[in-house]
């Protein structure tokens, strides 16, 4: 086991050893993976960088010492709620991601439905393809979780099966924007109107969609309402870090009404420092990613979203169709943003196998458990990998015909 070494290292032979450990990791910027990451190009790495250097010291919890950080989360709070409609009366926390957010969801519709409606055993009904954060989520805050199968045909929220998981504990329904297994955007709609039917709490993740979504609507891709346009959405979870292209620990969680924050506030005052309140889950953290988001977000604005919405959704369409392309694979049909997967559709081709080969030419590959299968979350930088992807996938798909393998099982971590 490592110890602290006895004396210390020059930096610049630590920096070395730094760059050279890298060497070995699959390169994100080369488009060679499709998960984990979203990066654009090198010159907004650097702002990333920069605005994150030229605050990474500040405490953003310490909003009265740093007023400027306050500034600047409140911008990038105002820029994320008028993109997603929201009301007047709205209001959002900056947290470190979508976990974050989602748990700060959870939380608050828990303690709202306790303060209400006195519901001391909660539940939350949610389709199957919702992010594992929600039972995370859910075994913190000693909340159930149901998950409903979602319909066979469209991976999209069974609406009458949900209903049916709706008790007299029920706190609060999900709807994905998009979900993540498949890229499909959840009825959110139909899933609202049965929160205020019930009385319900409705969260939208919109996690992978949020800083997506309303650019690729404007493009005229068919994105169907998912934010506060849709009456009867309480919550949105959307994230910075994701297509908003932010450096990593920017999340938004966003509250239909400010009023409902009281149930999300954590407040003590049984020490004898005093009193102490936070909304956030973290105490002490970086002003650096707030700072990072604002610059982002400032340095490309609605143009530049625009802009790497298309490229991105162009990528999409070009890998899709070439993959559709090759005997023996099939793309999942719907799918609806950046996400979509592609199975074999030939029982003599194994998929698994595709995959193996696949990353023995170097490509870190998402797999996908139900239906087994290969998950591309992409992004804009897979533009300019896109051609050698399906050059090296029809090899891989040929290799694997003529030697018959067969992959020995899902015995990898699919994620
Ligand atoms: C739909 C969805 N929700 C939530 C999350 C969790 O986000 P994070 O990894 O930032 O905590 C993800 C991550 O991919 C996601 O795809």
Redesign the pocket.
């Known amino acids: 086991m490592q110890s602290i070494p006895k004396s210390g290292r020059p930096w610049a032979e630590l920096k070395a050893e730094l760059d050279d450990a890298k060497k070995h990791d699959f390169s994100w910027r080369g488009g060679r993976m499709a998960l984990y990451f979203y990066y654009l190009n090198e010159e907004v790495k650097r702002i990333q960088q920069e605005a994150y250097c030229a605050y990474w010291t500040e405490n953003a919890m310490g909003q009265r010492a740093f007023p400027s950080v306050k500034k600047l989360e409140t911008d990038v709070i105002e820029m994320g709620l008028s993109l997603l409609h929201a009301p007047k009366e709205a209001t959002a926390t900056f947290t470190s ?4 957010s ?1 748990f700060l969801a959870c939380k608050t519709a828990r303690d709202w439905a306790r303060a209400t409606k006195g519901i001391a055993t909660p539940n939350m009904v949610i389709p199957r393809t919702g ?1 594992p ?1 929600f039972d995370r989520a859910g075994e913190y805050l000693n909340i159930e979780v149901r998950r409903v199968p979602t319909t066979r045909n469209d991976f999209r929220a069974d609406i009458p099966d949900m209903a049916r998981r709706i008790d007299g504990n029920t706190v609060m329904l999900l709807g ?1 924007a ?3 297994p498949f890229g499909v955007f959840d009825q959110i709609g139909e899933i609202a109107g049965l929160a205020q039917k019930y009385g319900l709490w409705m969260h939208v ?1 919109a ?2 969609g949020g800083f997506l979504a309303p650019f690729a609507k404007k493009l005229d891709y068919d994105i169907p309402d998912f934010d506060f346009v849709v009456p009867g959405v309480t919550s949105i ?1 959307a ?1 910075l ?2 297509y908003g292209y932010a450096a990593k620990g920017a ?1 938004l969680m966003m509250l239909r009404d400010a009023e409902l924050q009281k149930h999300q506030t954590f407040s003590f005052n049984n020490w004898e420092r005093g009193a102490y309140a936070s909304n956030t889950v973290q105490g002490s953290r970086s002003a650096g990613a707030v700072a990072a988001a604002w610059a982002v977000m400032n340095f490309l604005g609605e143009d530049g979203y625009m802009k790497w919405a298309a490229v991105l959704m162009d990528t999409v369409m070009k890998l899709a169709d070439g993959i559709n392309a090759i005997p023996g694979l099939a793309v999942l049909d719907p799918h609806e943003l950046c996400i979509f997967v592609y199975r074999s559709n030939d029982p003599a081709l194994d998929i698994g196998a595709v995959a193996n080969a696949m990353t023995s030419k170097g490509w870190f590959v998402g797999r996908q458990a139900e239906p087994a299968g290969i998950h591309m979350h992409l992004n804009p930088v897979h533009a300019e990998s896109a051609d050698e992807y399906l050059a090296h996938l029809r090899e891989a798909v040929s290799e694997v015909r003529q030697s018959k393998t067969r992959a020995a099982g899902p015995t990898e971590r699919t994620y």
């Open positions: 991601g979508g976990t974050e989602i992010h954060a994905s998009p979900n993540y993740d996690c992978v979870s994230d870090h994701k999340s």
